[in-house]
């Protein structure tokens, strides 16, 4: 019998981010992104800062909404801070957020269900202010990531998707606000042992996400959890329209991957975006009170 496992793709749309400032690369990866997604029947999430949805918010509209989900990604840097999420308290960050939610809205024509915090940056206070704020999902975290300088530390963090806690980032449980985790190694640590190796597209070659994708479906199917997910990602700043360019070719051969590793582990992959997997798991586990 095949073990069901939710794919979810993530893009972090920030072209507009000051250190990018290419709104029309950011058309380019959005389009060319939800299109190799398209031809291959897989959905995604798409966070996108309020700046991007302001500037281009058409190019999101017109996306077919059963297959890609647009959520709010939120970089304060980009909206008058100068620090990262995480160095903020419950009160900053509920004022923070909600001029984003406004901004968003103002250019979808809805406010965003999820979101997703720039540099995956939080602290003790970012689940309760999410779900105060109307978020029924999220996608904070980066199991095993320690990188104090922006403020992403999440060693010990939930690896499968959960009910977010709402005294601690690191345990489970509390909040009707289901958080589904970036898909991480933490026995593969990058960048001085503070990282781990995710399904980042453009961290590495496809070779090397072929090791990586078969060894995370086989912990999915090892796992006892009643919904399990890899969630896979990447950023505007590629021209994924481009068949010739290295991230797409990347982006290309992963799915392949993914669709034949399956077979080898017997894998069921369900293609959702973050809202539809928090739906499952919120039918397979009651929300708290």
Sequence with gaps: MKTDVYLCWLMDCEATQKAIDDTQLGIRAVRGFTEILGRAGLYATLYALPGDVAAYGKVFRDLNPERFEVGMHFHPHEEGYNDYCGAYSAQEQRAMYAAGIQKFADAMGRPPRT???????????????????????????????????????????????????????????????????????????????????????????????????????????????????????????FPYDDPNNFRCQTLMQMIDDFAALAEKHEGNLIPAPVGRVAAAYRAAVPPPR
């Design 115 to 237: 979101i997703r915090n720039g540099s995956c940056s939080a602290n003790d206070a970012t689940f309760p202010v999410t779900a105060e704020l109307g978020f029924g999902s999220c996608s904070h975290s980066l199991p095993g990531r320690n990188l104090t300088i922006l403020r992403s530390n999440w060693v010990g963090a939930p690896q499968h998707v959960h009910y977010a806690h709402p005294a601690n980032r690191l345990l489970e449980g509390g909040l009707d606000l289901v958080e589904v985790p970036a898909t991480t190694d933490p026995d593969s640590m990058l960048w001085s042992g503070r990282h781990p190796q995710n399904l980042r597209v453009e961290l590495f070659d496809a070779k090397n996400h072929r090791y990586m994708i078969d060894k995370m479906l086989g912990r999915e199917k090892a796992r006892s959890h009643p919904v399990r997910v890899i969630a896979a990602t990447t950023h505007s700043i």
